[in-house]
């Protein structure tokens, strides 16, 4: 049975740090926390805004992690200014994302279809420094298709429209999940390793994780959240458990 890597984005504990100005909590603090609990990577958005991780967050995780010998997913929008940064501290990964300022978190995923010129050139110099390239995609074929075609390796599938469905009830819940099973396999069928993320917890967890295609889950809102009723070694083995049941499960 393949394991799913389990990757942790410690983006809200900066956002709490930053609502009082202050230096506490550290999220180079809870990824320390989050690696000594079992997480296979660490995830953080350098936004352009700075909502949350700051540059200095950055250096200082891009440290840890590579003393740790784990691997650090940089998110990141398609912009000079990030590329830049992303260069310079040479992450094991950068998933590319849209941004817009005036959203409240990542809604959607890139159009690689739309901004194939301007994505594909960006793609070639990140691969070519050796940082692993993954497009934050809905679950598309057309957005997967142009994923392969900018030379990315890998796509994260977005999780938030099935799992906004689960959370309110919605009849729609498994059709989403049956597109999202369907871009899994076609992603894998081009040859892209599979993520999947945004809004996942421990009730829709199970069904992201049963598609054998995924190979990693990245996971933060909801387990900064819950950190705060159980910890956050708690509740990363919590979603661990549930991640590697529902995995052996499916494979069973
Ligand atoms: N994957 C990507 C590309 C994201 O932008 C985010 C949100 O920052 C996540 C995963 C994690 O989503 P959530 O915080 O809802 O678990």
Known sequence: MNLLRFGVNIDHVATIRNARGADYPDPVRAAELAMAAGADGITAHLREDRRHISDTDIEALARVTRKRGIPLN????VTPEMEA???SHL???ACLVPERREEVTTEGGLDVVGGHNRIAPAVKR???AGVRVSCFVDADIAQIAAAKSVGAQ?????TGPYCDAVREGSPEAPHLLRILCAAAEEADRLGLEVHAGHGIDYETVGAIAAIPQVAELNIGHFLIGESIFVGLSSAIGRMRLLMNAARAEAAA
């Open 126 to 128: 990140f691969v070519d």
């Open 85 to 87: 940064i992303c260069l």
């Open 154 to 158: 890998v796509v994260e599938l977005t």
């Open 91 to 93: 992450p094991h990964a």
């Open 74 to 77: 940089f998110e990141m929008a």
